[in-house]
């Protein structure tokens, strides 16, 4: 008899090990990830009291119910029985008692050395559950190892046709930063200010833009990756001019009707 609960503080070191079956550098990350971000919404699938799988998820802040799904592993000398459906299965019950929107998930297309695909597994499941492909961010974790990312909606939000005010907010750019478990993927940090400033240059330039592409060049980053939610009219024009390409769209994002837009920047040119 399998059946998922909540994770608890004991029971970090044996969903790392579970982890550690798979993959040294994931196992690292996700005690990193439990230590730091903590276990809330964490759960652990246990077999007759022995755990044989870990998974869970993060609710993504100021959006409407909307999730991740973070670290989801069956140990390896128990995968292919069917226990990563039926863990899923109950995650996605939570999910939906919780009245959780759209799930997203992020997957990595990595091959071995030996062309073996490593997260295979994981693709054949989450399709079979229903996910669907809604982006592909080429190059993401490292040269030829794109990031594909699943959503299921778990909510009928129906048709209706709903109205999105757009937004012009005063946003200045105020960081960068590598991606975590990337190799040489940055992306930039930015505040949104109260008021308007009395004097200065208006918000989001083309120059701000550029400064953050020639830091992250001088930083050692491949590739530049933006996302910003899809009612901000006023990004577009300077994201273009500095060379950005649109990648796609994570529909409903934010909220019926606000999507999430993810745009890309390669620095051959910077
Ligand atoms: C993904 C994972 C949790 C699936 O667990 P599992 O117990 O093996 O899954 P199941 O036995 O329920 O199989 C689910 C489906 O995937 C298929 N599948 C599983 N492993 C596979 C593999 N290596 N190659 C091809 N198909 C595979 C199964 O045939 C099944 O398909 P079906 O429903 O059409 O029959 C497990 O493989 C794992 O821990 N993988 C490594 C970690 C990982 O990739 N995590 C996700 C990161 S986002």
């Known amino acids: 008899m399998c059946a998922l609960r909540a994770m608890e503080q004991s ?23 439990f230590e730091r971000t903590g276990i809330c919404d964490q759960y652990v699938f246990e077999m007759d009291s022995t755990i044989i799988g870990v998974t869970g998820f993060r609710r993504v802040p100021a959006t409407e ?22 863990m899923m299965q109950q995650l996605l019950s939570i999910l939906n008692e919780l009245d959780t929107r759209k799930i997203f998930v992020k997957v990595s297309n990595y091959r071995d050395e030996q062309g073996y695909e490593v997260y295979l597994g994981a693709l054949k499941m989450y399709e079979s559950l229903g996910f669907q492909l809604e982006l592909t961010n080429k190059d993401f974790y490292d040269k030829d190892e794109d990031q594909l990312i699943y959503s299921k909606s778990l909510k009928s939000d129906g048709d209706d046709a709903v109205d999105i005010l757009e937004e012009k907010p005063v946003m200045r750019f105020n960081g960068i930063y590598e991606i975590a478990e990337s190799e040489g993927a940055y992306t930039f940090s930015w505040t949104v200010l109260d008021k308007k400033p009395l ?10 833009v550029q400064i953050g592409l020639k830091a992250a060049k001088k930083e050692g980053a491949r590739k530049v990756f933006l996302t910003f939610p899809s009612n901000l ?4 024009q300077p994201l273009q001019a500095a060379g950005f390409k ?21 620095l051959a040119n910077v």
């Open 11 to 33: 029971d970090i070191g044996k969903a790392v090990e579970i982890i550690f079956t798979h993959d040294d550098d994931d196992a690292e990350a996700a005690q990193l990830d």
């Open 199 to 208: 004097f200065g240059k208006r918000s989001f330039t083309i120059e701000d």
């Open 246 to 266: 649109y990648v796609g769209t994570l529909k409903d994002y934010y909220e019926r009707g606000v999507d999430e837009m993810h745009f890309s920047h390669t």
């Open 65 to 86: 119910n909307t999730a991740w799904l973070s670290w989801t592993y069956i140990a390896a000398q128990y995968c292919r029985q069917g226990h990563g459906t039926a």
């Open 233 to 236: 009219p006023l990004i577009h």
